[in-house]
């Protein structure tokens, strides 16, 4: 399957969504593309949230470029003073800089090519941009609800910057009483447990340990935990799903 290049993707990224485009389409089916498109994606909202920042042209630019054009058409007039052929005199009151107006999508679109190209911060007088971390998708699976009233949710394990990631995506996270919802490994027999963080946010994320072997600890489970100082599973799981 061909994937999209890079510039279509960008402008897409700026532009939005157009539902029932083939483009859109190969999104739902190609992950590369679509791993590629969300961190476009991410970048565009930065860039739109005031993370990159125009530099003004410094005040004296124009004069200084126009007088470096007279410098350089100078000895052009000394040539044809030379054969005696009449120098063409230039009004200079007529010489305005051009100017080129730019949509706000074809701003976004640059920087984000930009912000690929270069991958970091450039001098002034330039769109300073950051790309994001590169990162590929090695699993994703549901999580099924085992409290009523629940929507689904979903784990992923993400490799990003030469380490694994889980992230966690779960809408309308229900009340706890004051206790709090913690994200599980655990393996096949449900007795040996790692305790990877709490769950706080619609989208979350949690970097693993790299010795952690996750054929060990395949399972993903979110519990409400109670403030009571035991460190160990409340055994309230609400959300359960398995790598393997």
């Known amino acids: 399957m061909p994937h999209i290049p890079h510039d279509d993707l960008a402008w897409r990224a700026a532009e939005g969504p ?16 679509a791993d590629e498109m969300h961190a476009l994606e991410r970048t565009v909202r930065r860039i739109r949230e005031d993370a990159v920042i125009a530099e ?15 410098d350089a058409d100078a000895p052009r007039a000394d040539e044809q003073a030379a054969t005696g052929t009449p120098p063409r005199v ?3 009151r007529t010489r305005r800089p051009a100017r080129r107006r730019f949509s706000t999508r074809a701003v976004v679109a640059a920087c984000v090519a930009t912000a690929l190209v270069v991958g970091g911060g450039i001098g002034a007088g330039a769109w300073i941009a950051q790309r994001p971390p590169a990162e590929t998708v ?7 609800p ?25 809408r309308d996270l229900p009340s706890t009483d004051g206790g709090t919802l913690d994200v599980w490994l655990i393996d096949p027999d449900v007795v ?6 709490v769950l706080d946010a619609d989208h979350t994320e949690y970097v693993l340990p790299d010795d952690l072997d996750l054929g060990e600890f395949p399972i993903v489970d979110v519990s409400i ?20």
């Open 18 to 33: 157009e539902p029932g485009s083939a483009l859109d389409a190969h999104l739902r089916d190609c992950p590369q593309c």
């Open 56 to 70: 003004p042209l410094p005040a004296a630019l124009w004069d200084r470029i126009a007088a470096e054009v007279d």
């Open 90 to 92: 230039r009004d200079r």
């Open 138 to 144: 090695v699993a994703t699976i549901d999580l099924e």
């Open 146 to 170: 085992l409290a009523s009233g629940l929507d689904d949710a979903s784990a992923s394990i993400v490799e990003r910057d030469g380490h694994r990631v889980l992230v966690i995506d779960a």
């Open 192 to 197: 040996g447990m790692v305790n990877v963080g």
């Open 225 to 244: 935990e109670p403030l009571d100082g035991d460190p160990t599973h409340s055994g309230d799981s609400i959300w359960r799903g398995s790598l393997a």
